[in-house]
Structure formats: C-alpha cells, structure tokens
C-alpha cells in the first residue's frame, strides 16, 4: 500500500510534563489505542505550538483525535509506556485526513475545536488511581472537639499532600514516572457546586448541608501521607513560632497505605487531631474514603465517546424492568427481568429497557431486581406445606440461581406460595436470572439498555437495604460488570444509572464511552430518607451530576409532579432528564411530564401503552437510509433491509433534525 508523510500542527497550553498527542485509526496512530498513540513534539519557538509527520496510508481515509497527558516510563524495564489521558477530543465525527500526494501539511489550529465546534472531555483512568476523602454530616459532624478551650470553635480545615512515605528499596516508584500528584477539592449542596478546585490558604470551613470532598491522582496510591490542617477561625495570635497562619492549632495525618492494609476501597477512618504546641489530642475527624482504580484487564479505546453527547428529540420510552414489574398492581403477564420481558417492550416499541444488574457469588453479571430471593423447603411429613428462606442473591453462584423456582420476597411477608406452587415455566426466554451476556445476545441491537447497577444503600434510620451492610468490592463489582458491557454492546446505545453516588462517579471515571445517570428519589412519601446527603433532594442531586460531570439524573416522579419545573432548571444546567416511579404508569402523568420536556420516562406496561410498532432508533435508522439512497433503488431493490413503513417514516422536516450525524452507538441518544 502506498503511503503519505503528514505533518500535523496544532496549538493548546499544556502544564509541566504534559504533551499533546494524536491516536487514529490506522495502525501508524494505534488503532485508536491511546498506549500506542503519537505524541507530538513542542515548538522550541512557541510553547503552545505542537508538530509530528507520521506515515499514513495514501487515498484511504484515516479518522484521528487530539489528547492531552503524560508518557511515563513503564515500571518494568523496556516495557510500554503508561499512558494517562487528561483532556481529548469526543467530537462524534473526528478528524480526518485522505491524502492523495506524497507529502502533506495539515494545520488543525486549535486543540478541541473541530470545524467551529469545541468538545472536549476529561480523561479517565488508565494507570493512575484517584483516592477520595470526604467530610459530611450524613451520619453525624464529621469533627468532634474534646478539649474545653475549643469547644466553640469554628474551624477551617485544609488537606496537605506532605510527601511520600519513606520506603526501604533504593529504587522507589516516585523514581519511575514523572507524573506529579494531585490534590483537589470539590463542593456541593442544595444551592449548587463547585468543582476540582484549589484550596485557600487556610481551607474551609464545613457546613452541615454541603459534602466536601479532596480527590487525588497519583500513580502512588498506597504511598501518600495526608494531612488535615485545623485552623480556628477566631483566633488571632499565632500558636506555633513562626506560624505563616494565625490559629493553625491542630493537625490529623492519614496514611494512605492504610486502605491497602484494611482492604477495603471505601470505608471510614477517624484520626485523632493533635494540637501543634503539645503533644494532646484535641478531637477527632471522621474521614469518609473511596479508592478508585482503572479497570483490570482491559482497555478502553478512543474511537468514539458518548458520555456527555445527547441528541435532542421526543421523549423517549424506557420499559420498566422489561415490560414492567410483575409485583405492581395490574402487572404484566410476562415475568419481569428476563429475556421475553425485553423483548415484548421492544417489539412495542421501546426505546430503551431498563433492568438491574449485580454480581453472582461466583461474579458472573446477572439480571434481577432485588437483592434477595426466596428458596423453599418442604416440611417432613407434608408435601404441601412450604417455608421460606430470604438468601442474598451475592450468595448464590449462577449455576445455583438458575435451579432456583423463584418467589418474590414479598409472598414472605403474606405467605404467598402461588409462585412456587405454579407449574414450572421451560421455556429459556422467560427464566429469571438471565445474565447480562444472554441478554446482550438475545435482544436485537437497536434496542437500548439503561443498566441499573445495584448496590446497597443505607436509610436514615442506619438500616441498610436487604439488611445488607457488606456487599463486594466496589472496584472488583464494577469492574466485572463494565467489562462484560464494553466487549459485548457493539453498536447498542447503552445509559448507566444507579442510586449510589459513588458508583455513578466511578463508573465515570473508570470507562470514558457510556453516559451515566444519578437515580435519585428525592423527597418521598413512599420511600424512607437515605443517609447520604447527596441522595436527599432532586436539587442536590443535580449539583452532584454537574460536580461529576455525568450525563444527568434520573428523577422520582413523586418528586418532580411537586414541581415540574425541575425538569427546565436541571436541563438549564445542562443536564439530561429521566424520570421513574409509578406515577409514571398514569397516561396523565406521562402527558404532563412529555409536555415539560422530560427526556426520558421509565414505566410499566409499556406493552398496554402501545400497539405493535417499530423502535424509534430503527426508524431513524431507516429514514436517514432513505435519504441516502435513491428512491429508485428503493422501490426496485427486494431486499427487507430497505423496507421502510409509510406510517414510520416522520415528516420530512423531522427527518432532517434527525439524521445529521452519525446514529451509530449513543449519538443518537
């Protein structure tokens, strides 16, 4: 294949150690790979400018983005770079190049903009880890005061990275990277956020309705000391010598090797803080941690990200667990969570079906809902007599789960049997427990998936869901589940959501193509308060959506029906909208919250809605083909995949607003 000498210019700032590289598609610019992508050489001239010639094939297209990040030394000896993307292009149509002559110049100006349009997002990890420490007054004031002088005080706190833990081996990691830790805080609360910050000189002081969080990257993770710095706002003189900062009358150190030694990635620690002028402790602070690491064993690529990219359109349609519960009043007959359930909500038209994925005991990603099932055992002597046992389902492996003749945890309570007494269903497509890759197998690919990633919460009250206070490991749970989803969507339009904060922020950070959504209930009647603040109101649920950067909430329409208006004020922030609950199986309910805006209704008996149609994604699908292809061909050609239904195809004026770019993946959203 001939071959074509590109030199590539482009312009962006970059902080010390940062380089601005190129990755593509063809095998010179990786293969969309950023750990074999081509970092460009800085201009000695002008810092911002940024140059590289590569080979590329001649007269074939090659598509190609822009990151910025550092090339660090691998730790093993002539191994790989380690990559660590902090800022790349996601238009969803990257640049290209088709050179046809031996040499060629291209200038693409500035970083992140690409014919007029800025879209840039932020990196996810790759090799590096990001620890978290909050400060909050969910359970209670996260700093307790036992000396008398201090007892009224008011302090200001601020977090100090101070250094690295002394180790015994001469050739130390710092040794192996040049990558410098980060150290950042972020806030938010009913009234708004702000993110990823520096600290003042003196830090904050915490307030009873704001979470305050410091998140640090490093490629040294279980090596860092971290030092909370107590300063009493009131007091003016100097209480150590030499003192920089009046009132600096306390310090707390944290050990970062202490999560590697607890084994835990999220968990609380409570430090003593030490006053500065003797060796007391005055109080104690209650450190609330996440660890999150990159994925295990797999890669993401850069090809394409769909994030933060929605395409405006009617609202769409979600069927509830299916085509909706079968344990709510007037439920559908097919049974919720299994594959003949998807399928009955696409095949009337589905947008998207929503479902609940958590990990068997044995960590293959299984479909249901609760996070116990029922297993029976007869009583010697009479055969129709059955007691029932609730059993976590993390319990049970998936060979397990697949024997099981399942009842809800709800005929416990009314000693309803009927479940289990049924004659017992054969047919594959309407057995519980589907895993997630039969679903992915089994459900046509136009059909998208809000994955509801199931985890425990914790009430008020301290009660936890299930009665479950452990549960897995946060990064090993994810990691199982995000792998399993990324090698088996291929084109599916794909929406992760879940209640937990802290999973919506990790599975942001962990994979950079899927959008995620923060489901939150807000204020309820029917539900019992949950602990975490962030998880209290629908208005703080949105500055938790705009701190991390996600697509959005998916909002309880118990919440939302007090006031419609939340629905314009999230999107004003630019947050997508999704609602659920079951007010949403009210038609007039559905009508008011189409008329608001709402981008997304989640419902049961989505089958009960809608007579037998073809999936809103197909038809755009179809009508964007039409477009493309001469209407000759169109009535002359036999073949179905050209058939498109005179009552699918929408005004030619929609049609338009509908087919501008690319509808592979999630850009068409």
Request: aromatic share 8%; glycine share 6%.
């Amino acid at each position: 294949m001939d071959c074509a000498q590109v030199t590539l210019t482009v312009r962006g700032a970059t902080s010390l150690g940062e380089v601005i590289a190129v990755v593509g598609s063809c095998e010179t610019l990786g293969s969309w790979c950023p750990q074999k992508a081509v970092p460009l050489q800085q201009s000695e001239d002008d810092g911002t400018i940024w140059k590289k010639t590569i080979t590329v094939p001649a007269g074939v297209e090659t598509k190609y983005r822009y990151f910025t990040g550092f090339f660090l030394e691998s730790k093993n000896a002539g191994g790989p770079c380690q990559v660590i993307v902090n800022k790349w292009e996601t238009h969803q149509l990257p640049r290209s190049l088709s050179p046809s002559e031996s040499d060629l110049e291209i200038d693409d100006r500035q970083f992140g903009f690409h014919n007029g349009i800025e879209c840039v997002d932020s990196g996810w990890l790759t090799f590096q880890t990001e620890i978290r420490l909050r400060l909050h007054y969910s359970v209670k004031p996260p700093v307790s005061i036992t000396k008398m002088k201090f007892k009224k005080s008011r302090f200001r706190l601020k977090l100090m990275l101070e250094g690295i833990e002394e180790e015994d081996d001469e050739e130390s990691p710092s040794s192996w990277h040049k990558m410098t830790t980060t150290l950042e805080i972020s806030m938010i609360s009913d009234g708004g956020y702000k993110s990823r910050h520096s600290q003042p000189e003196c830090g904050y002081a915490l307030e009873p309705t704001q979470w305050t969080e410091y998140s640090i990257h490093t490629m040294d993770p279980d090596n860092l000391e971290l030092i909370f710095e107590f300063f009493e706002e009131d007091l003016s003189e100097k209480v150590v010598q030499g003192d920089v900062h009046p009132g600096h009358v306390g310090t707390a150190c944290l050990l970062s090797s202490t999560f590697v030694e607890s084994g835990k990635d999220n968990g609380i620690v409570t430090l003593p803080i030490m006053s500065r002028n003797s060796r007391q402790t005055i109080g104690k602070v209650r450190v609330d941690y996440l660890v999150i690491r990159p994925i295990q064993g797999f890669q993401c690529d850069m090809q394409q990200s769909f994030s933060k990219h929605w395409r405006k359109r009617s609202p769409l349609d979600v069927g509830h667990r299916g085509a909706g519960s079968t344990h709510a009043a007037k439920h559908h007959k097919i049974r919720e969570n299994t594959i003949a359930s998807f399928l009955s909500a696409a095949s009337h038209g589905a947008a998207y079906v929503e479902f609940d994925v958590h990990l068997s005991k044995d960590f293959v990603p299984i479909v249901y809902h609760d996070l116990t099932c029922c297993i029976s055992t007869k009583k010697k002597n009479d055969k129709h007599s059955m007691v029932l046992f609730e059993v976590p389902v993390k319990d049970l492996t998936f060979d397990q789960l697949q024997l099981l003749k399942l009842a809800h945890t709800t005929a416990m309570k009314v000693h309803d049997h009927k479940d289990l007494m049924d004659e017992e269903e054969y047919v594959d497509e309407h057995q519980p427990f589907p895993s997630l890759s039969q679903i992915f197998q089994a459900v046509p690919e136009h059909v998208g998936f809000n994955i509801e990633l199931k985890w425990i919460s914790q009430m008020k009250d301290g009660s936890w869901d299930a009665n479950l206070s452990t549960y897995f490991n946060m990064n090993q749970f994810l990691d199982v589940i995000l792998t399993c989803v990324l090698q088996n969507a291929g084109k599916r339009r794909i929406i992760f959501s879940c209640f937990d904060p802290d999973v919506c922020a990790m599975v942001r950070r962990k994979q950079n193509k899927y959008p995620v959504l923060f489901l939150t209930q807000g204020v309820s009647d029917i539900y019992p308060q949950l602990m975490d603040i962030r998880c209290q109101t629908t208005q703080i649920a949105m500055s938790f959506a705009q701190s991390e950067d996600i697509l959005g909430i998916s909002a309880h329409t118990e919440d939302l029906l007090r006031n419609m208006d939340s629905i314009k004020v999230a999107q004003s922030k630019g947050l997508v909208v999704f609602c659920w609950g079951d007010d949403n199986n009210d038609h007039e309910n559905r009508r008011r919250l189409r008329e608001q805006g709402i981008n997304g209704l989640i419902y049961d008996r989505i089958c009960d809605d809608h007579i037998e149609q073809p999936n809103i994604f197909k038809v755009e699908d179809q009508v964007s083909l039409k477009e493309v292809i001469p209407e000759e061909t169109l009535k002359s050609c036999a073949c179905s995949t050209y058939s498109i239904p005179c009552s699918s195809v929408p005004c030619s004026s929609k049609a338009r607003a509908g087919s501008g770019e690319s509808d592979s993946g999630l850009s068409s959203s």
